[in-house]
């Protein structure tokens, strides 16, 4: 690796997979790491990002573990305040805690609703809130949200969604306004737009859906978490230090391209 995170510290909200495999927190720590930052591993237990920790340091990087719930606003500060106190600041902050729950608008449950919301959209909120602060005073800083191609593109399924896609495409206008408040802070924020990509939050859906995934692709190709850790990479260096108030797919071509009928 080429040291292109050298000097930063980058908070992974969600870093740890929730299953066997690599999932896209997990891609963007092991990534970031390997290019010089120091990693902040955010989850609600501790387990999972323990051992991601001991794999990101045996292969000589440097990173901690912060457990608790960033929907609430006293974790999320804590968690802010704990990596300025081993690192000294924060430069980066990748909000990627997600989860859903099946369901139409008419089908789903109000308290389902709220819980999916509270876990894409306000665990996003509070880490911005919070992180915001700190990357004043270390005179800049880079925020992804991670979204999903469910929240920018109507997706006809045997299930609903609609409360995943309601929170994601709220992250797009959190990234918006965001970007807009700190344009001349040297804050940028941005929006990587997750396609269907292969990972240990999907693997439930066995083989011969996980196929219809890459069959729906224009590039015909599996994507992994790793494509979207490349991306979150460039996201938080300061190559991308022009690039603001941006939604990048990383979708082998789903979003941008269409079949023409012939």
Known sequence: MTGRLDGKVVIIAGAASRGEGVGTGHAMAVLSAREGAKVVLVNRTADRAEALREEITAEGGDAMVFTGDVSKEEDAQ?????????????????????????????????????????????????????????????????????????????????????????????LHGLTHSTAANYVTQNIRCNCIIVGTVETPMVAHLGEEALQRRVDMVPMQTKGTGWDIGHAAVYLLSDEARWVTAVNLPVDGGLIGLRTWPR
Do not use: C, F
Not at 97 to 102: A, I, S, T
Not at 126 to 131: L, R
Not at 152 to 163: F, K
């Open 78 to 170: 804590a968690m802010v305040a704990a990596a300025e106190e081993r690192y000294g600041k924060v430069t980066g902050l990748v909000n990627n805690v997600g989860g859903g729950h099946p369901g139409t608008v008419v089908e789903i449950a109000e308290d389902d609703w709220d819980r999916v919301v509270q876990i894409n959209l306000k665990t996003a909120m509070q880490g911005t809130k919070a992180a915001i602060p700190a990357m004043l005073l270390a005179g800049g800083g880079s925020i992804i949200n991670i979204s999903s191609i469910v929240g920018w593109a109507g997706m006809i399924a045997d299930t609903g969604s609609a409360a995943y896609a309601t929170a994601k495409a709220a």
